[in-house]
């Protein structure tokens, strides 16, 4: 195994780039499985709430032209 030592070569930003991706790939993961079991954590009344909030089209809306203001 070869040690790559200039950071401007190709392989050394091909396996930055992979383990960038992996870690973000568990962060999510991570990130998803906490989400599931706050959901679940919630009641009935708040999940229905929750459930509303989410097809919510004007919330929807609003989110996306937050999101184009950053």
Do not use: F
């Not at 091909?14 to 870690?23: F, P, R, S, T």
């Not at 990130?31 to 079991?37: D, E, G, K, T, V």
């Not at 706050?38 to 937050?66: C, F, H, I, W």
């Amino acid at each position: 195994m070869a040690v790559i030592s200039d950071p401007a070569s190709p392989e050394y930003m091909v396996l930055d780039a992979e383990n960038k991706y992996n870690a973000a790939l568990s962060a999510s993961e991570r990130i998803s499985a906490l989400l599931r079991q706050k959901e679940r954590a919630l009641g009935p009344v708040k999940r229905q709430q929750l459930r509303k909030l989410v097809t919510s089209p004007y919330l929807r809306d609003r989110m996306n032209a937050l999101a184009l203001k950053i």
